[in-house]
Nanobody
């Protein structure tokens, strides 16, 4: 099993910055992708950014140039640096780990951390 524990959410004014962290523990395999998704009230959960074990990244168009995802493989931790925050970034942010063993894909979610951006 895998546990994901997020931290770093909070309330910030528009234009401000926050950094989210997510530490994974348990049965972690090397071939994994970690990422962040977010869900605003009444909306579906959407991709924010992902990063592979080797460091390849992918971002939603809405956050490109403002958010940076990174990871520390030794600590099994992924980070999301969020700059120039906008009110529309307000959501619950969820950490995700996606790993593969042979032909089986295992997908795990954190409990979520609230990010609120005031105008």
């Amino acid at each position: 099993q895998v546990q994901l524990v997020e931290s770093g959410g909070g309330l910030v004014q528009a234009g401000g910055s926050l950094r989210l962290s997510c530490a994974a523990s348990g049965s972690i395999f090397s071939l994994n992708t970690m990422g962040w998704y977010r869900q605003a009230p009444g909306k579906q959960r959407d991709l924010v950014a992902t990063i592979t074990f080797g460091g390849s990244t992918n971002y939603a168009d809405s956050v490109k140039g403002r958010f940076t995802i990174s990871r520390d493989n030794a600590k099994n931790t992924v980070y999301l640096r969020m700059n120039s925050l906008k009110p529309e970034d307000t959501a619950v942010y969820y950490c995700n780990l996606d790993q593969r063993l042979l032909s089986t894909i295992y997908n795990y979610w954190g409990q979520g951390t609230q990010v609120t951006v005031s105008s």
